[in-house]
């Protein structure tokens, strides 16, 4: 049996009893206990003890929504609109992602997720596979670097990939996903509108036959929704609803314009949403409505998007940005630090549905836990221990991250795979994908 005492100063559970001077005990993987770090020392004098006195103990963040498949093209097109930026630089690579690139992009983007504070990761894989499946190496490079996730491959036909191929693609990352310790898988779509009626209606019978949720983008941009009523007179969620979408457990991604029918299909079928702060802002798409979402009864969780359009991976600046953006919007107080670490938590796991293993801290559930350094200059003071996180904290000030009971960052670097390495072979990989696909340097060839 391997057990460990992870305590601090301000453990905070996400259940509503935080502890002053408590800590976590890990049982092989599970925790076991939350209670005063004392009387858990006393009662185990054989664990081995991490964390420290000043320290700030959490929950390990989740990812709501993110793209693996971008991490080979980041800090490119910031000149472009979603739509343009689509065509121009995520159509040009999607044929040309092989399988090293979707190994090493993987290794290198979840490096930097789990160093700022993500243990669970809920990631679209788009891509137009040639010649056989690209998505399996995901799971393969998730398992490696020590990251617990939800994998989907984000098909579209738009680009003429046969519809037989693409749920090829599905199958071969839902077996892998099947194998894999660390992963679950859910049916991806890109956008409703990116898929031919035969694609999608494939894709739900598949998710039918797998029993999985889905995972797509919904409504991030105004144009999205024009289109979408021009051609059909429904706006995408209607569409979603009318397809029997919403039937399967849902996360849908950015739901930024939304009308009051729209919401309502959402809150009927307990769809979660992923909020992206940073990318929204970016590429200019406009601010989710996070407040009334959560009005509602919706888990809206934080998601750092992709790295072609965030372009960072760094969960503390999102979850940061979530509170600064609802306050610009709305010129009110009524986002806060405590609430932003509960989207970050608990939310994010209860709009991925995997409220039941983690998200809190809570015995029975998964040992995933992020350990705050408190003899860092930005903690040393820390008066209310969410404000410090979000407000003051960044991946510099992360003591250790635990995934599953096993430590996979340690003094704010990454244990479980070589750093340098996965630098090192991404830079080759990022110059053949550059150079296949067209793009020239930090200008696009469109």
Request: a negative charge.
């Amino acid at each position: 049996m391997n057990s460990t005492i992870v305590r601090g100063r301000h453990v905070l559970t996400m259940t509503g009893d935080d502890l002053t001077d408590g800590a976590v005990r890990i049982v092989d993987g599970i925790i076991y206990d939350v209670a005063p770090y004392a009387e858990l020392a006393a009662r185990h004098p054989g664990d081995d003890v991490s964390g420290g006195a000043e320290d700030i103990v959490v929950p390990g963040f989740v990812n709501a929504h993110g793209h693996f498949s971008e991490a080979l093209v980041a800090g490119m097109a910031e000149d472009r609109t979603l739509f343009e930026w689509l065509d121009c630089l995520i159509a040009p690579i999607a044929g040309h992602l092989t399988r090293p690139m979707a190994y090493v992009g993987t290794l290198l983007a979840a490096v930097q997720q789990l160093e700022s504070g993500i243990t669970t990761t809920n990631d679209m894989f788009v891509c137009d596979p040639p010649d056989g499946p690209v998505t399996p190496e995901v799971v393969t490079a998730l398992d490696e670097v020590n990251l617990r996730a939800v994998v989907s491959f984000g098909a579209t036909d738009r680009r003429g990939v046969p519809v037989g191929r693409l749920i090829e693609e599905h199958r071969a990352l839902a077996e892998a996903a099947a194998a894999s310790r660390m992963t679950s898988f859910r049916l991806g779509i890109a956008t409703v509108g990116a898929q031919s009626p035969k694609l999608l209606q494939g894709g739900l019978d598949l998710a039918d036959e797998l029993r999985c949720g889905v995972h797509l983008h919904l409504h991030e941009v105004r144009e999205e929704v024009i289109e979408s009523r021009r051609e059909t007179g429904l706006s995408p969620i209607e569409r979603c609803a009318e397809a029997g979408v919403f039937e399967h457990p849902t996360v849908a991604a950015h739901a930024v314009w939304l009308s009051d029918r729209d919401r309502q299909i959402l809150v009927d079928a307990d769809v979660g949403v992923a909020h992206n702060p940073v990318s929204n802002m970016i590429l200019g798409s406009g601010i989710c409505p996070v407040a009334d979402l959560r009005r509602h009864g919706l888990a809206v969780g934080i998601g750092v998007d992709g790295a072609a359009s965030n372009d960072s991976q760094n969960m503390l600046e999102a979850i940061k940005t979530t509170v600064l953006l609802q306050r610009a919007a709305t010129l009110s107080l009524d986002a806060d630090a405590r609430s932003a670490v509960a989207m970050a938590t608990i939310e994010g796991a209860r709009a991925l549905g995997l409220e039941s293993e983690i998200g809190s801290l809570e015995r029975g559930k998964r040992a995933d836990i992020v350990v705050f350094d408190g003899d860092s200059p930005a903690l040393a003071n820390v008066h209310d221990p969410y404000q410090t996180i979000v407000y003051r904290a960044s991946p510099r000030d992360i003591r250790e991250v635990w995934v599953g009971g096993r430590r996979s960052v340690a003094d704010g670097r990454v244990l479980t795979v070589d750093r340098a390495d996965v630098v090192r072979e991404s830079r080759g990989l990022a110059r053949e994908l550059a150079r296949r696909s067209g793009l020239s340097g930090l200008s696009l060839l469109c």
